[in-house]
């Protein structure tokens, strides 16, 4: 057990956690992002069918609430780990992580994502944060939410959905959070295989290419749902 702990405190196992932490949470995004694609769906069927999906998540209740909470410690761990480590790094290299980097030999990976992952990694929380208070604890059956799903009245997310997207200004807060999400995601999918030594020795730079690409195309998966639903709403397909 001493050993597990001090490799988990050493400078690699923190890598190790921050990595794993980061795949684990990208694995909750896409299946975030695959549950939510039904709201591209036009008029009554992207209605019931993400109605369906929401109300299914419902019936599972343990299951979600032990979901919830390993999420919830993921995220924790990842945000602690991410400052220790930064914080580590500032103690360490008091003239600037990003100015020490640029003078090591090889193929520099150093540019806006990598020098602003705290950043982008904060701004993408309070996101969350905001997105889980608006619509996992937004209006609901009690305030007029409600829809009918095979003689059983349940809330109708679908409906807080498309009014929320509809707002321009919200649409734009969801747009411009997501793009930080994407630049988090850039460097963070990559630099998670690097840490846990999973890079293809010369095919580094297509997997790089490959890697970062991946996280950008699922931010813009989710940055496309409230932009269709804005403009679907105003051209009357919602």
Not at 93 to 115: H, I, W
Request: charged fraction near 15%.
């Amino acid at each position: 057990m001493k050993v597990i702990i001090n490799f988990l405190t050493s400078s690699v196992g923190k890598k190790y956690l921050m990595s794993l932490t980061g795949l684990a949470l990208l694995g909750f995004l896409v299946a975030h992002l695959l549950g939510n694609l039904p709201l591209l769906l036009p008029g009554e069927l992207g209605h019931t069918v993400f109605n369906k999906y929401a109300y299914h998540l419902e019936t599972l209740k343990l299951l979600v609430v032990i979901a919830e909470w390993v999420l919830i410690a993921l995220v924790s761990l990842h945000i602690l780990i991410s400052l220790v480590i930064y914080f580590g790094v500032r103690k360490a290299r008091p003239v600037g992580y990003c100015a020490a980097e640029r003078t090591k030999g090889g193929e520099s990976r150093n540019n806006l994502s990598s020098r602003h992952m705290l950043l982008l990694g904060l701004v993408v929380i309070a996101f969350v944060v905001f997105h889980v208070w608006q619509f996992k604890y937004g209006p609901g059956i009690a305030q007029g939410y409600k829809t009918k799903l095979e003689g059983d009245e349940v809330r109708d997310l679908y409906r807080l959905v498309v009014e929320t997207f509809k707002n321009p200004l919200f649409m734009l807060l969801y747009v411009a959070s997501l793009g930080f999400l994407a630049f988090h995601l850039r460097h963070g999918v990559w630099s998670a295989f690097q840490s846990l030594g999973a890079m293809p020795g010369r095919w580094s730079r297509p997997f790089y290419f490959a890697l970062a690409t991946l996280g950008v195309l699922l931010a813009v998966g989710f940055i496309a749902l409230p932009v269709a639903i804005f403009l679907g709403a105003h051209l009357g397909i919602y």
